[in-house]
């Protein structure tokens, strides 16, 4: 058993490996101390699927976002009609770089944004070390919009820390042992560290196709964003996500945007996030 065990953490680790081989390091691409236009920016271009490792450090490029200047990790998002499932991934080691994000257009205006408090903690397991990840579906207003996805920190962030599970309490736990009175660990953050950005694209769900009804309910009050509309539309994609059709939720949002209704993408976030954590 503990010879198969000890192959298994092998290939773990050699796969791990060969999926974060690289790491990234991006210096600004001019001599300029801090960057203000996103133009000026070094961009990584990331596909679906695919998945790159970050270090973020003093000789990172710094950028102007969000009000505060940043040393920041840039990927641009590939350009699709359909949704894309990101997952931005903080390490955690000694400290841990504090994470923001935000999407912005090429004209540095934003699309959606997160905070540090909407990451989650992950406790150590098999090759993967303690971390803090953020997953979420990133749907685009137009499939041609050139889409740019911004990693940063905050400096509040530096008085800041996370709470790691003890390793004594990780070995008890994997072991079926008693849970050590041992104090968990409180680790800082920082504005270094390494970021993994993993980008997907969205699988759709098998039946997405709506009834007739319901197309014809859409189209009749499609006709103006009133109060009521906006309602149906949050609560029309709100069910088509927690009945896995996707596909007709991303059509649904897509409508709504169009229509200019308020709340639409908020929906779909929240009703994501919670299947997703079921």
Known sequence: MIKLSTTLISSCLLLAGCQSAEVVEQAPLRSQATIFDPASLNVLAMKAPSEQTFRIDENSQRYVIDGVESPVAVVSLPLTSGALDITITSLISS?????????IRDDGSVVEQYDLNE??????????GNRLALNFTFVAPSANSKLMLVVYT?????TRSVTVT?????????????????????????????VIIAIDGRKSQANPTPSDE????????????????????????THAVDNNQLKKAVSLLEEAESLGVEGAREAFNKAVNAAASQ
Do not use: M
């Open 214 to 237: 319901q197309v014809t309910q859409s189209k009749v009050i499609a006709a103006k964003a009133t109060q009521e509309s906006s309602e149906f539309y949050r609560q029309a994609i």
């Open 95 to 103: 400290s841990a770089f504090a994470p923001y994000v935000v999407v």
């Open 119 to 128: 990451f989650g903690y992950l406790p150590a397991r098999f090759h993967l």
């Open 154 to 158: 905050k400096p509040e962030a530096a």
């Open 166 to 194: 003890h390793p004594a309490k990780l070995d008890a736990k994997a072991r079926g042992n008693y849970l050590p009175e041992v104090k968990d660990i409180q680790v800082p953050f920082s504005d270094q560290g390494e």
